[in-house]
């Protein structure tokens, strides 16, 4: 198995990179790289301190990212005191920047983030997606991308890579999606659908929302799990700040762990799966509404009106979270997990019931369940960071291809 | 939290020291004794080839891994050739040792492995563990690790650590018993109970199985859920050959992930676990037998012999494992499942229920489930094998201490 580029992408630190010189240079540039980023402003000798390299080999790290724009001098600090004034460090708000985009089924969405981690342009299609040719969405997806890159364009940014979450399961290569139900699209190779200009990740939308979560929310512990919907639920699973993906890249799906042997089938061949009961198509059956746009939306409204047949079915469908989630609990033992995406949403009326459940098949305390800030902003966000998080792991990749 | 030991000795290539001088010296000092011991015997300029350093500075680490004894030289190889001979290096069969130890329900074992991976003394007694104090269990397994280290110390082995297994929930200090609900432990520091001139590394039996799966057994790749049992039903995730541990260590309690919701309640506080359905005592009480001793070795031949309720009972539980494995295999997406410990014995009557679970409910073609050959002896070989890999890992530890 040959390692997919966005395997090293998050893999944090560049720690995969060799024990050469090159190799440990490049790491040091990594080092220092995310040093700033996640504590910065920072002076070079406070650099130098966090990453326990000397004062001098710090400034030549510094120096070569200067140069290659990816930090950039906030002029002398502390003014006032005698000496050479320190420069304060800052991750660079121009240069490099992560493009991300989204497939939803009811929904297109491209986006453009800094290093920094804001983000700076962003655009929204609605309208299903649902028995559309992938020509046809990728065609539309381009455009929208094309749209924020240029908006991004004129407040100095270029992109260095572009993430996409698609709801499916996807290849380790990073680039094909193998089934996506929902789409009704099998075994296509996205990176001849998409500017070719970019260096492409594709990943799956349960994947991005969680390592989402991991980069950009606060508080959030190194273990933990990660339940997410669009129409299907899914997982992902953080082991020590890594997302665990699985020999094909398809770990996480939740939504096919049987919470009734004998329940009713499921198109993924299965029997009783956690999304014969805690989908949304079949939550809406339960609660007898029509599937249509914002099903979400209607859902959360009706259930906040004190709708008694919605309520019951989302308080059945937080059991059935909560019967997979204890499976999962057993089988991981994760610090934390965390509802997101389309859950985030319902979480006032899944919440009790998952709880309930999880608690009941406890002997102790059981894993505390919180709910994302992010919700189903996740997605794209984790698509736009994975490129951010690559430019942060191996710097050297983007100065020299500068 | 602090970094367990015993991770840092799972951890492969002590890829976890840090980026000194000193760091990079004893990662090498490790890459040489993994190079060795997985491709030995090998000349000096063959390893320096296989780790991409130079003859020079190979050179230099054997000679500090001769010194301390944990190569050896077995003298001119090629003599024919013209020149001055390299002498082929092996991993010492002398000097330091793993021991491993295993507390079982019914059984205590100890062995002592070298560093090529021989078991060199081993000792086994049986009689139930059950309802015994610890300190009663313990104080009859020092004498078992006595007599195996004494056997071994007069073949010039020494021992570089302690490894036990238990059955229960092991805590991250890798030294306390949470919960051993077969022995009625609670909260036991073994550290307290054991010989103190061995470092100890206690874990939990099923790790310990599926550890020694990854070590030993030819053709295993390196991303895998083992599936084992004595009397409980245990897991071990093992991901890029690393040992899925769990924030508090309890990770790979597959024998709680709930098969039927609303099913038999379970000890542990769940209902309709995994346990109810397949664990030992489950199957007996399907089969109309009484608990005794050797129970595996009762079901095995009567299935054997064709008893109709033992055959059932078995297709039951291989059925009920069927629906568990397919939830963790959605989960984790590993390349196999293994089953081993008391279930590799139980296998061909387990199999075909199970392996038509796992297919009935995957679209696609289904997880491969083989059968461990290690089987109940995979336990104890990991303990003495964890100690054995953590002086691979470190070699320098092993070699500052003698």
Chains 1, 2 share one sequence.
């Not at 301190?49 to 724009?69: C, K, N, P, Q, Y």
């Not at 409204?301 to 004190?306: K, N």
């Amino acid at each position: 198995m040959t390692a997919p580029l966005h395997e090293a992408r998050t893999a944090g630190s560049g720690r995969s990179l060799p024990d050469t010189q090159q190799g440990i240079r490049r790491r040091n540039l990594a080092r220092v790289m995310h040093t700033v980023s996640a504590e910065g402003p920072l002076s070079r000798a406070a650099v130098a301190s966090h990453i326990g390299l000397t004062r001098a080999a710090v400034s030549t790290l510094v120096d070569e990212l200067l140069r290659s724009g990816l930090l950039e001098e906030l002029g002398p600090a502390r003014p006032g005191r005698v000496g050479r004034p320190g420069s304060a460090l800052a991750v660079s708000g121009h240069g490099p920047a992560g493009v991300g985009a989204e497939v939803g089924v009811d929904h297109l969405a491209a986006c453009v983030v800094d290093l920094r981690g804001e983000v700076r342009a962003r655009a929204v299609r609605h309208g299903t997606n649902r028995g559309r040719s992938p020509e046809a969405v990728t065609e539309e997806l381009t455009a929208l991308i094309r749209e924020v890159v240029a908006e991004a364009g004129q407040q100095g940014l270029r992109p260095a890579g572009l993430g996409v979450a698609v709801p499916g399961l996807i290849a380790r290569d990073g680039r094909t999606v193998v089934r996506a139900p929902n789409l009704d699209w099998h075994d296509i190779d996205l990176s001849a659908l998409l500017p070719p200009e970019f260096p492409l990740t594709v990943d799956n939308e349960a994947n991005l929302g969680g390592l989402a979560e991991l980069w950009l929310a606060e508080g959030v512990p190194s273990d933990f799990l990660h339940v997410s919907a669009e129409i299907g639920i899914g997982a992902a699973v953080v082991v020590d700040g890594r997302l665990l993906r699985g020999t094909r890249g398809f770990a996480g799906e939740l939504g096919h762990v049987p919470v009734e042997p004998d329940g009713p089938a499921c198109p993924c061949g299965g029997r009783g799966c956690l999304e014969q009961y805690a989908g949304e198509e079949a939550v809406l059956r339960a609660a007898g509404l029509e599937p249509g746009e914002d099903r979400v939306g209607l859902l959360a409204a009706r259930a906040a009106e004190g709708d008694r047949a919605v309520r019951r079915a989302l308080h059945d469908a937080g059991a059935a979270l909560g019967v997979a989630v204890t499976g999962a609990v057993n089988l991981l033992d994760p610090r934390t997990v965390v509802l997101g995406g389309a859950l985030a949403g319902l979480a006032p009326w899944l919440l009790p019931s998952l709880e309930a459940e999880l608690a009941r098949r406890t002997a102790g305390p059981a894993c505390p369940v919180s709910v994302s800030r992010l919700g189903p902003e996740g997605p794209l966000l984790g698509a736009a960071h994975s490129v951010v998080r690559a430019v942060l792991d191996d710097p050297a990749s983007v100065a020299e291809g500068a």
